[in-house]
């Protein structure tokens, strides 16, 4: 998604949680700094996404569940995306995420392992997680830098808002054949208010984002 297309949503997002977009800019500097110049990894993302079916995996308890099912056909033209915490769902499923869209609050020692066994991360920048880049960033060491304000130097913007709605956003920008979504419950009736809202913005901007056009 073009920024121009994708900043009226962005505003309306800032205006509905109060969230302040210069410390989403402050964030996204902060990452660009801790990061090299663009280099091979989006290729590599790309090359681990094009032409194949992209698994999106949310972190919702029917997780296991949907793994189990994906796992009785063949996996050898899936692309598994997972959104934070589903990373550590999979490694217990013995799937290695080929990437792990995350704004680093969730399990970290998780993703970290995954790491360690090839998943790139896709580490998303904003006003409330700097002292996570701060503190998790400098142990990754294939990264690519998201964020929701205007991207920068080697920090991008696909479009999306939580993890689970990028990771659907990134698939389509890396030309996934198809995308389905396991994991995902956008009626939670456990989850707090807030956490609800974001739910609903998730559900919105899936929606969105499968209505593009693939470039």
């Known amino acids: 998604m073009q920024f121009d297309s994708w900043e009226p949503i962005y505003r309306e997002i800032l205006e509905d949680f109060g ?19 663009p280099g ?11 032409g194949r079916n992209a698994i999106i995996c949310g972190n919702a308890p029917t997780l296991s569940g949907d793994i189990n099912s994906i796992q009785k056909t063949s996996k050898d033209n899936f692309a598994f995306i997972a959104a934070d915490g589903a990373a550590a769902v999979l490694l217990r499923s013995g799937i290695v995420p080929d990437i792990i869209v995350t704004d ?34 400098p142990q990754l060491k294939r990264v690519i830098g998201t964020t929701q ?7 991008y913007n ?18 996934a054949a198809t995308i389905k979504l ?6 939670d009736p456990t ?23 693939s470039r």
């Not at 969230?19 to 110049?37: N, T």
């Not at 304000?149 to 920090?155: A, F, K, L, W, Y």
């Not at 809202?197 to 209505?211: G, N, P, Q, R, V």
């Open 19 to 37: 969230f302040s977009r210069e410390r989403d800019e402050e964030a996204a500097e902060l990452l660009r700094d801790m990061l090299p110049p």
């Open 182 to 187: 396991i994991g995902f419950d956008f009626d």
């Open 191 to 213: 989850v707090t208010p807030r956490k609800k809202k974001k739910l609903a913005w998730a559900k919105k901007l899936i929606d969105i984002a499968l209505s593009q056009n």
């Open 104 to 137: 680093l609050d969730g399990p970290f020692p998780e993703i970290l392992r995954a790491h360690g066994m090839g998943s790139l991360i896709v580490v998303h920048a904003h006003g409330d997680n700097l002292d996570a880049l701060k503190s998790y960033v």
């Open 158 to 175: 696909f479009g999306g808002f939580t993890d689970g709605d990028r990771c659907v956003f990134l698939a389509k920008e890396l030309s």
């Open 149 to 155: 304000s205007r991207p920068r130097e080697n920090i």
């Open 40 to 50: 091979p990894i989006l290729s590599e993302a790309r090359a681990r996404v094009s």
